[in-house]
């Protein structure tokens, strides 16, 4: 069964520092969906980022960008020049790409952006 | 706009009582889902649907029932049967690969129900 980890609970950031999310998923599948999703205190949840398995390069959305390493099932989240707005939880989820039918999420880490 | 409804936003139920949460979507998705998150947890699969009139149990759906027989709605029963139901709900819908896709899930905005 595919699972997703997220070894850190919590993180904090000075504002305007980077900071890293790490994220590892397991899965026997070749072709998937891996996704950054950020949950403020509103509890909206909202698509950071996303990757495909098959695509070689990186994903960059504006100040987050991800470092992907598919043999090592490593899935981070690189956030540059931290923002206030930036503290929420942060889920990594994974999505077999041609079958739609569940989303596994990992637990989730807390980030703090300290001003 | 397009976007998923879910209502209430907040539920308040006694013991012993079925309550139904709302889910609508207007993004002409196939596939819907629910999902509970507990507080400073990850967020568990209840129920999903990929088609009008069929659905799937998840990780956790001893307790819920579900119904889809529009394309647009899915609601989530929480029964008399749900041990703990008192939780954030999530309804979630996307695209399905025969459609085209971009692979992500689009949620409402929650639901909180508390048990009294």
């Known amino acids: 069964a595919q699972t997703v980890t997220q070894s850190q609970p919590e993180m904090s950031v000075q504002e305007a520092e980077t900071v890293t999310l790490s994220c590892t998923y397991d899965?026997?599948?070749?072709?998937?969906?891996l996704f950054w999703y950020k949950q403020p205190p509103s509890r909206q949840m909202i698509l950071v980022i996303r990757?495909?398995?098959?695509?070689?390069q990186n994903a960059t959305e504006n100040r987050f960008s991800v470092n992907f390493q598919k043999a090592a099932k490593s899935f981070s989240l690189k956030i540059s020049d931290s923002q206030l707005g930036d503290a929420a939880m942060y889920f990594c989820?994974?999505?077999?790409?041609?079958?739609?039918?569940?989303?596994?999420f990992g637990p989730g880490t807390s980030l703090s952006v300290i001003p | 706009d397009g976007g998923i409804t879910q209502s209430p936003k907040y539920l308040f139920r006694k013991e012993g009582q079925n309550v139904t949460l709302s889910c609508e979507q207007n993004?002409?998705?196939?596939?819907m889902y629910w999902y509970r998150q507990d507080p400073g947890q990850g967020l568990r699969l209840i129920y999903y649907?990929?088609?009008?009139?069929?659905?799937q149990k998840g990780d956790i759906a001893e307790g819920y029932s579900v119904s889809r027989e529009k394309k647009e709605s899915f609601p989530l029963t929480v029964t008399s049967a749900q041990k703990n139901p008192t939780a954030f709900y999530l309804c979630?819908?996307?695209?399905?690969?025969?459609?085209?896709?971009?692979?992500?899930?689009?949620f409402g905005e929650g639901s909180r129900l508390t048990v009294l």
């Open positions: 993004l002409n998705h196939d596939a």
């Open positions: 989820a994974y999505r077999f790409r041609t079958s739609y039918d569940k989303v596994i």
């Open positions: 979630a819908s996307s695209s399905t690969p025969r459609t085209g896709n971009t692979g992500e899930l689009f």
């Open positions: 990757q495909e398995a098959y695509k070689q």
């Open positions: 899965t026997s599948e070749s072709d998937y969906y």
């Open positions: 649907s990929q088609i009008v009139n069929d659905f």
